[in-house]
């Protein structure tokens, strides 16, 4: 049983579903040139909120067949895609002017698109220098996300393309992640199946 917090800004309301911890596993299926890489791993990742307009997510991920050798993690910020209001904090530590914007559910349904969905923004960052900026939409359970900007340090792997959707199904959320890296064009990289952890 999922109910919302009290605390639950009203501007999450539409990516509500996804807080909580969910972990489960996944499988990699990529082919690069003739080579098809394939595992299987597991996963956790962690939606929460500070009571800001945005929510905190992290995921680690760790191989199956090699006595859980950590794999990966990456951690960002998922949000309602929107213009900045004098009542948002920032930039860095400076905090908002006046009332917070979108505080009701009337404010937040003025978002609401003609297509009856949300446009959203997710920033992710991975410890092996990749950022990656995210635009999608938000309809109900479904989450469909492609990157807008991808920034690579010097030290990173070829990576200039991905796009992600997550779904809740029956209680688990599923998602799916292709990407263009190390010369390929985008292609078919991941999926995932996770429960909610109590």
Known sequence: ??????????????????????????IVHYRDGDTVREHEFGQRVSFSHDGLHYLN???????????????????GYWRLHRPSQPGDPGPALLPGVGERPFSTTEAVES????????????????????????LGRVKGPRID????????????KEYSAATRMYGLVEGRLLW??????????????????LGRQE
Not at 67 to 74: M, S, V
Not at 145 to 156: F, H
């Open 145 to 156: 996300l492609q990157t807008d900007a991808v920034m690579r340090s010097a030290s990173a």
């Open 176 to 193: 799916a992640w292709d990407i263009a890296a190390l010369g390929n064009d985008l292609r078919t990289h991941a999926s995932g199946t």
């Open 111 to 134: 978002l609401r698109t003609s297509r009856d969905d949300f446009e959203i923004e997710v920033a992710l960052i991975h410890p092996t220098g990749i950022s990656e900026l995210y």
């Open 1 to 26: 049983m999922f109910s919302l917090e009290a605390s639950l800004p009203a501007e999450l309301a539409p990516l509500s579903w996804l807080l909580g911890v969910w972990e489960g596993s996944g």
């Open 57 to 75: 997510y992290t995921s680690t991920t760790w191989l199956l067949a090699a006595e859980q050798t950590p794999l990966n993690a990456e951690a």
